[in-house]
């Protein structure tokens, strides 16, 4: 097909982009070196407009098509952060940043719908509008939700939105997809217990916070097991357990737990939130300590659209000759919030047999880079044709 003909073409150099990004990466809303590149490149690849400062560090490019008598504009995303991760790859064009590293393949996202967009401009094979945006802090920081609070939708009369992400486990050249819900909804835990140190050879004499947090850790545990409906899915992990003392012979004042919860439906989330503050209130008030329980929902469910589902799943079909059922994912994915604001898909691109991602030996598959390409291209140019 000859749009992936040209991103054969293009591969070596998206590639060069891919690993330029890789060995720079940036956390969170900080994707200044990282933006200025995707405005630079858009600019060079003669965008209408370019436009940056949408959700702090965002960039926006406009390519209108041949025609417009369709009327029709879409959005094209693609995230840009890292995460604080010490990278153990060894490639040569690994991380040059201590304690940061594109773990998750933001890297490969961000170049592939560059190659695209570069495509668009060139060929502008199609009747409408295509916004490509380029996303900072999607690994916890809710960057896309910025970018439609900064009126991202209303401003470029967006119509439909499409995000794509590369998946460990999928063949390269693959694509998988499902409809309705597919990424969780994520929520962040935070309960500080608070009883009365003291000496660790008197135990006696104090009201030790470690024994309260390791039963109530424990208790947690039976919010999946026994308050939820067992075909529903719930994840409760508890991630870090941070006393105020470190000493080997001194029980601590406090203790902090932090933990994720993840969930597909707002009735499981409440479960969740009601259950998680009563065992944390019932465990403290049982040994007599103080509690202060935090619950923040961070990502909502990410589900797709009926029809775009249908539509990105047969363009997958048309780029690479299959696209099979995803499974449910308790990962969040902050694309939820632009799928809330407009009707659209999100589509998973196999990265072949890799570590998983958010490891320190991940690594994104450049041989995908002209797949995911030519999704892109393809999405656009069959969503309006000329």
Not at 109 to 120: E, I
Request: glycine share 12%; with cysteine; proline share 5%.
């Amino acid at each position: 097909m000859p749009v992936t003909n040209r991103f054969a073409e293009l591969h070596d150099t998206i590639t060069e982009w891919r690993r330029d990004i890789h060995a720079n990466p940036e956390l969170l809303f900080d994707t200044y070196r990282t933006s200025a590149l995707v405005e630079e490149k858009l600019r060079a690849f003669g965008c209408d407009e370019v436009v940056t400062g949408l959700g702090r560090t965002g960039v926006v490019g406009v390519i209108r098509g041949r025609k417009d008598g369709s009327g029709r504009v879409i959005g094209l995303r693609a995230d840009m952060d890292a995460l604080p991760i010490e990278e153990a790859t060894g490639v040569e064009y690994a991380s040059t940043v201590p304690g940061k590293m594109h773990a998750c393949g933001h890297d490969g996202h961000t170049a592939m719908l560059l190659g695209a967009a570069q495509y668009l401009s060139e060929t502008r094979n199609f009747d409408g509008t295509a916004i490509v945006i380029f996303q900072p802090a999607e690994e916890g920081g809710g960057g896309g939700k910025e970018m439609c609070d900064d009126g991202l939708m209303e401003r470029f009369g967006i119509q439909e939105v499409y995000g794509m992400h590369n998946w460990p486990g999928i063949p390269l050249g693959s694509f998988a997809i499902r409809e309705g819900a597919f990424f969780a909804a994520t929520a962040k835990l935070d309960i500080e217990i608070t009883g009365r140190g003291g000496h660790a050879a008197k135990p006696h004499e104090t009201l030790d916070p470690t024994v309260i947090a390791s039963h109530l850790i424990l208790g947690l545990q039976t919010v999946a097991s026994r308050s939820a409906d067992p075909t529903g899915q719930i994840v409760v992990s508890v991630t870090s357990f941070e006393t105020s003392s470190s000493a080997y012979n001194v029980i601590p004042d406090s203790v902090r737990l932090r933990g994720t919860v993840r969930t597909l439906d707002p009735a499981m989330n409440d479960l969740a939130e009601e259950r998680i503050t009563a065992l944390a209130r019932g465990a403290a008030e049982g040994f007599g300590a103080r509690v202060e329980v935090g619950y923040e929902r961070q990502y909502p469910v990410m589900a797709n659209h009926p029809d775009q589902t249908a539509f990105v799943a047969d363009v997958a079909r048309r780029v690479s000759g299959t696209c099979d059922e995803a499974p449910l994912v308790m990962g969040g994915e902050d694309f939820a919030f632009m799928l809330e604001e407009r009707p659209g898909a999100y589509i998973l691109l196999g990265n072949g047999d890799t570590a998983p991602v958010h490891n320190a030996s991940y690594n994104f598959s450049d041989e995908s880079i002209p797949t995911g390409c030519s999704w892109w291209a393809e999405l656009v140019e069959q969503r309006m044709p000329i």
